[in-house]
């Protein structure tokens, strides 16, 4: 890759990198966790959405993890 694409890529990379950061920083699963354990905190229709929301974030978390391991092994 030449100078002028590494210079395209790595801002995208860092930006990547940064928001993965805050995130964990940021704790919102943490928060979430506090506030579950709080009565009264839900129905168990709203615990089945919850659910759902949460497995599906942990499907994109598994797919982020497996695209950035590959594009980093891609670009070896």
Request: glycine fraction near 2%; charged fraction near 35%; proline fraction near 7%.
């Amino acid at each position: 890759m030449s100078e002028e694409h590494a210079k395209a890529v790595e801002p995208l990379i860092r930006d990547v990198q940064e928001r993965i950061r805050k995130l964990a920083a940021e704790d919102p699963a943490g928060k979430l966790i506090l506030t579950i354990h709080q009565p009264p905190w839900t129905t168990p229709r709203e615990v089945a959405l919850v659910r759902a929301a949460l497995e599906t974030h942990s499907r994109h978390l598994d797919e982020l993890d497996r695209s950035l391991r590959a594009l980093a092994k891609a670009a070896e």
